[in-house]
């Protein structure tokens, strides 16, 4: 029997009629997806999947507390069900009390479309972008580059269904975007990406442009040692930096003294200062192009999510607000231990700080006083230090000399040491806030709208040969 026979929400329902524990959350999400990859100005593969995951969490209630057992599979049927259902209870009751325990939620309002089939990719989400890519790959061939790049779609939606009445549903679109041109010699690379939610708004030519001009700035390279340089990072960057300081945000975290939001003698830094900029970073599920699920979706626990919180209301977050430290991550436990509101994780992210000049203008503005770098993109973002959120990773596909306003150069990569908070409190511009696809965390997190911003020290902490 293939799983499509039997629809999400009647695996829902049928896994909560099967459920012997006192509480039970069962989570069916189908995912369906549409992909285009080229190299060398030439379409090579595309396809299409579907697929479906379904998570139950039993819920067991003990003299001593209440104990969750959680067990995800894939391609699910309902005569399936029985099985996992009986493996998430026994998980329950050979599990100890669970320290995050809490009531599942209730007084939710039903999804409208809880019955109703899921949403679906298809192709057809490329019908304008693969014409517009085929023109782009044209005009590459005729100015000597090479194109190489990946399209990729998915919607997934999700059902919950909890024990305690709650029928919820969520549609996600989420589209990315990433283009190299190379020259021919492959001596110079370029980089540019994109997010979207169905590809209505993405312009290949405009990419196929901008890579273009990124290949001739390179045409002279010029060697830069080490040290620290007024440094132009742009939105990609940003969102890279500013998605791995939200994902260390928990506030248990903090209040135990193990991170960069941990104060001195005890408790949070909420209610700090960060930034002399007034840089707002923020979350809400229903930003315009960035919406995101409105309520918690929770397959496992940790310090910034919880099982029990499944289905819990999303609000709109300010986590700075004019450069403060407003608010942490917090699970209904967390927020407990730590006295501090409850505010969950919500999958996108926003800084603004009413910049208005784009990237190009504050280029202009650059160098003039000594030479400046714009940064194409990061990778290989990796933690050093906790305690101060030190990361290091290299520059990629294009560090540019900035002099006088107008880039003159290529340089060399390097390997940077930063931290993204140390980073907000040192950054004298902030550009105009524009959707933008972080390029190391693209795979876990897309929606994003970042600006450029302005280090007058970021630290390049040693020369680096990659690409």
Sequence with gaps: MSPRQNKPHEIVERALELSRTDG?????????????????????????????????????????????????????????????????????????????????????????AFTEAPAETSSAVFDDFAPALGESFARARSEARELYGFAHHEVVSSYVGTSAGLRLRHDQPTGTLEVNAKSPDRSRSAWAGRATRDFRDVDPAALDAELAQRLAWAERRVELPAGRYETLLPPTAVADLLVYQQWSAAARDAAEGRTVFS???????????????????????????????????????????????????????????????????????????????????????????????????????????????????????????????????????????????????????????????SLLGRATEAGRTEPTLPREWGDYFTRAAMPALRIPDFNMSSVSQGV
């Design 263 to 421: 104060r001195a003698g005890g408790g949070t830094r909420v209610g700090e200062k960060l930034s002399r900029l007034p840089l707002t970073l923020r979350s809400d599920p229903r930003e315009p192009g960035l919406e995101c699920a409105p309520f918690v979706l929770a397959s496992s626990s940790g310090d910034d999510a919880s099982v029990f919180d499944n289905g819990l209301p999303l609000e709109a977050t300010d986590w700075i607000r004019d450069g403060v430290l407003e608010h942490l991550l917090t699970t209904r436990h967390s927020a407990g231990l730590t006295d501090l509101p409850v505010t969950p994780y919500i999958d996108n992210l926003v800084l603004d700080a009413g910049g208005t000049r784009s990237l190009e203008e504050m280029v202009a503005a650059s160098g003039h006083d000594g030479p400046a770098l714009l940064l194409t993109c990061l990778w290989y973002i990796r933690e050093v230090d906790p305690a101060s959120l030190l990361l290091t990773g290299l520059t990629r596909d294009g560090v540019y000399l900035v002099e006088k306003g107008e880039v003159t150069a290529e340089v060399n990569n390097f390997r940077f040491n930063e931290s993204p908070v």
């Design 24 to 112: 039970c959350v069962v989570i069916a999400s189908e995912r369906s997806t549409a992909n285009l990859r080229w190299a060398a100005n030439a379409l090579t593969t595309n396809g299409v999947t579907r697929g479906r995951s379904v998570t139950v969490i039993a819920t067991v209630d003990g003299t001593e507390g209440t104990a969750s057992g959680v067990v995800s599979s894939s391609a699910v049927t309902a005569a399936e069900l029985e099985p996992l259902v009986r493996a998430a209870e026994a998980a329950a009751r050979d599990a100890g009390p669970a320290e995050d325990a809490q009531p599942l939620v209730t007084g939710v309002p039903h999804s409208p």
